[in-house]
């Protein structure tokens, strides 16, 4: 399976952009949300999967919000 990694980006970035440790991520990456994949040991997340996570995830609370 080939994946294209320009839709993808790193933990790190990631983290950063969305006002997160990289370790908090890490842990709910390995939850399963946001959906990632596992390439060589790091993780990487689909832009537009990251988009639609960071929409309802509260990093105060690290918590997803409840949209009415």
Do not use: C
């Not at 970035?13 to 709910?28: D, K, N, P, T, W």
């Amino acid at each position: 399976m080939m994946i294209d990694l320009q839709n993808y980006i790193s933990v790190r970035e990631a983290a950063r952009q969305i006002g997160i440790h990289e370790e908090s991520l890490r842990r709910l990456l390995r939850l399963g949300s946001p959906p990632g994949v596992k390439i060589g040991g790091q993780w990487f997340i689909d832009k537009e999967q990251l988009a639609l996570f960071a929409a309802t995830y509260d990093a105060r609370t690290g918590k997803r919000s409840h949209l009415l």
